[in-house]
């Protein structure tokens, strides 16, 4: 069964699917091995860790299509895909579908806000006309060439028109067909059963879990009760690596040696058994032997 299939079965089931952030292949590759059934390619976390910059719009479609490529070539599990704003308008919207289908995504996120977008919990944001995000999410759904890549409609307008305004919204890009909603920083706990009450029987929801954002961090067996069916933490990966890269460095520097570090940290063949290099040496080997006498 295909990445894409599996998904969406997996989204008629029982609990929550809990998909962590990742930013790269390694990242990918971790999260595999540790169990988890699907993953968040997150474009904040591209732009945190590919440019070193904010999530306010930097990434290219480019870039986002490659690191997904890269990704999927290395995991077997699902990967869910930030494609921000589609990245221009509804013809913008349909290459990018396309490029990141062809790229092995399996559900593909486009979201209401104006370019240049943010990260959904920074202020400042716009959003654009109903209309005009309906024309890209049907541009997105003719699109795709297999029915089974998922594309998930993202609204931003809590925090530009209100939480009602922000439903009424997501209604009207559940008409146009969608596969999934995703209703952004929602506020309270409140928001959030009110946004259940009126989606979570009808289309998977998606609950996003920003440390430190607009919406109460909960746990994904929390969030399932309540009724949402896909929970990320997107950028929770980038964080985490950030804080120990900041530990090490700064003991790096004062010490001019990684051996206060060591004990919290892999050795080389400590890496090399998490990216199995013995594996692909030996697959290496198998081709060489081909046509020896």
């Known amino acids: 069964m295909s990445p894409r299939h599996t998904l969406a079965q997996r989204l008629q089931q029982e609990p929550a699917l809990l998909a962590p952030g990742v930013y790269d292949a390694?990242?990918?590759?971790?999260?595999?091995?540790?169990?988890?059934?699907?993953?968040?390619?997150?474009?904040?976390?591209?732009?945190?860790?590919?440019l070193g910059r904010s999530d306010i719009g930097l990434t290219t479609a480019t870039e986002v299509a490659q690191t997904l490529a890269h990704i999927t070539d290395r995991?077997?599990?699902?990967?869910?895909?930030d494609a921000d704003t589609g990245f221009g308008n509804a013809l913008n919207t349909q290459r990018t579908v396309r490029d990141f289908e062809r790229a092995g995504?399996?559900?593909?996120?486009?979201?209401?806000?104006?370019?240049?977008?943010r990260c959904g919990h920074l202020d400042?944001?716009?959003v654009v006309p109903v209309a005009e995000m309906q024309g890209k999410l049907r541009a997105a759904l003719d699109a795709r060439h297999d029915?089974?890549?998922?594309?998930?409609a993202r609204t931003d307008a809590v925090a530009v028109e209100g939480l009602d305004a922000a439903l009424a919204r997501a209604e009207r890009y559940l008409e146009c067909g969608v596969d999934a909603l995703f209703i952004e920083a929602l506020r309270s706990h409140e928001h959030m059963n009110r946004a259940c009450a009126q989606f979570a029987h009808r289309v998977p929801l998606l609950a996003n879990m920003v440390e430190g954002g607009k919406t109460p961090v909960q746990s994904?067996?929390?969030?399932?009760?309540?009724?949402?069916?896909?929970v990320i933490f997107p950028g929770g990966t980038a964080r985490a690596v950030l804080h120990t890269l900041q530990g090490y460095y700064?003991?790096?520097?004062?010490?001019?040696?990684?051996?206060?570090?060591q004990e919290q940290m892999l050795d080389f063949e400590g890496l090399n058994a998490v990216i199995q290099t013995q594996e692909l040496l030996e697959q290496g080997q198998r081709y060489e032997a081909v046509g020896r006498p």
């Open 26 to 50: 390694l990242t990918a590759l971790v999260a595999q091995q540790a169990g988890f059934e699907a993953v968040y390619l997150s474009g904040a976390s591209i732009a945190y860790t590919r």
């Open 147 to 152: 029915q089974n890549t998922l594309i998930l």
């Open 220 to 230: 994904a067996t929390e969030l399932g009760a309540q009724g949402f069916r896909i």
């Open 124 to 126: 400042g944001k716009g």
């Open 75 to 81: 995991v077997s599990i699902p990967v869910i895909v």
């Open 105 to 117: 995504a399996a559900m593909i996120q486009i979201e209401d806000q104006t370019f240049p977008k």
């Open 250 to 261: 700064a003991s790096l520097r004062a010490h001019q040696t990684t051996r206060p570090w």
